[in-house]
C-alpha cells in the first residue's frame, strides 16, 4: 500500500547503530513516495559516501556561513561534529506535497518537535546495551574509539526515550518495520480549532 495518508514530516531518532537507516530504508521501499532529508554534516565522509547523497559535506566554516543565513531547521554537535537538517531540504518534498523523513539524533528532534508541532517522533531503542555495541561493532564503519565515543552518547539519549511520543524497540527487524509504517500510515489527528 502506497500513498495513502497526508504529507507529512517524520523524524527518526535514537542512538548511533540502532538501526535507524535499515528501518528507513526498508519503510521507504514500501512507500516510494516517502522523500529523505539529507543532512548537511562536518564530518568526513566513509568510504562510498557520495556528496549530495548520503549529507551535504560542509566544511566548519561553511556549516558556520550557512547557520549564519538561518539555512538549518535544526542543528546538532554529536561526537566532535556537527550535523543540520537545511530547510531547503524539507522544502524540496514539502512544495511537492510529499511526505518526508528525517533521521538525526536527540537534540535535533528536539529542535524539530519545537519548530514544528506537527511532526510526527519516533524514537527507535535497542533490545540492549549489548545489542547495540555489537551493531556498531558488526557495522565496521567507526574505529574502536569512535564507537566508544557513539555509546557514551547513547546512554544520555536512552535516557530521552520518554520525552518521545512514538518507541519503538527494534528487535526483530521485520516487526520493528512493520511498528514503523503502522506509524507512517496512522491519519494525522485533526487540527486544533483556533480561537
Ligand atoms: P543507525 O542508522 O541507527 O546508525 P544502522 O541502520 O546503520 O543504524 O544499523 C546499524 C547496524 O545494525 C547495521 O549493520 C544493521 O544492518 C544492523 N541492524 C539494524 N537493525 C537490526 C536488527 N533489528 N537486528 C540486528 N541487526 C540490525
Ligand atoms: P553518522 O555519523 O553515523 O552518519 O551520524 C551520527 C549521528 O548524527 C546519528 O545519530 C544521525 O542520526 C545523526 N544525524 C544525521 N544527520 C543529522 C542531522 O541533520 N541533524 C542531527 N541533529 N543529527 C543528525
Redesign the pocket.
Known amino acids: 500500500m502506497t500513498g495513502a495518508r497526508q504529507p507529512g514530516i517524520f523524524v527518526i531518532?535514537?542512538?548511533?547503530g540502532v538501526g535507524?537507516g535499515t528501518l528507513i530504508a526498508a519503510l521507504r521501499e514500501r512507500h516510494p513516495e516517502l522523500g529523505l532529508?539529507i543532512?548537511?554534516?562536518t564530518?568526513a565522509p566513509r568510504a562510498g559516501e557520495e556528496d549530495g547523497v548520503?549529507?551535504h559535506f560542509l566544511a566548519d566554516a561553511e556549516f558556520d556561513r550557512r547557520l549564519a543565513a538561518g539555512d538549518f531547521v535544526?542543528?546538532?554537535n554529536?561526537?566532535g561534529?556537527r550535523?543540520?537538517?537545511l530547510r531547503s531540504e524539507l522544502e524540496r518534498h514539502t512544495r511537492e506535497r510529499k511526505p518526508v523523513v528525517?533521521?538525526?539524533?536527540v537534540?535535533?528532534?528536539r529542535?524539530v518537535r519545537d519548530a514544528i508541532p506537527s511532526a510526527v517522533l519516533v524514537f527507535i531503542a535497542p533490545p540492549s546495551q549489548a545489542a547495540l555495541r555489537r551493531r556498531l561493532e558488526e557495522r565496521g564503519?567507526?574505529a574502536p574509539a569512535t564507537i566508544a565515543k557513539?555509546l557514551a552518547v547513547a546512554e544520555e539519549e536512552l535516557a530521552a526515550r520518554n520525552e518521545f511520543p512514538h518507541v519503538i524497540v527494534n528487535d526483530q527487524l521485520d516487526a520493528a518495520v512493520g511498528a514503523l509504517e503502522e506509524i507512517y500510515l496512522r491519519p494525522p489527528p485533526p487540527p486544533t480549532p483556533s480561537r
Do not use: F, N, V, W
Not at 528525517?102 to 539524533?105: D, M, N, P, Q
Open positions: 531518532t535514537g542512538p548511533s535507524k532529508s543532512s548537511a554534516t564530518r548520503a549529507y535544526e542543528h546538532a554529536y561526537a561534529h550535523y543540520g537538517t528525517l533521521e538525526i539524533e537534540e535535533g528532534a529542535q564503519t567507526d557513539r
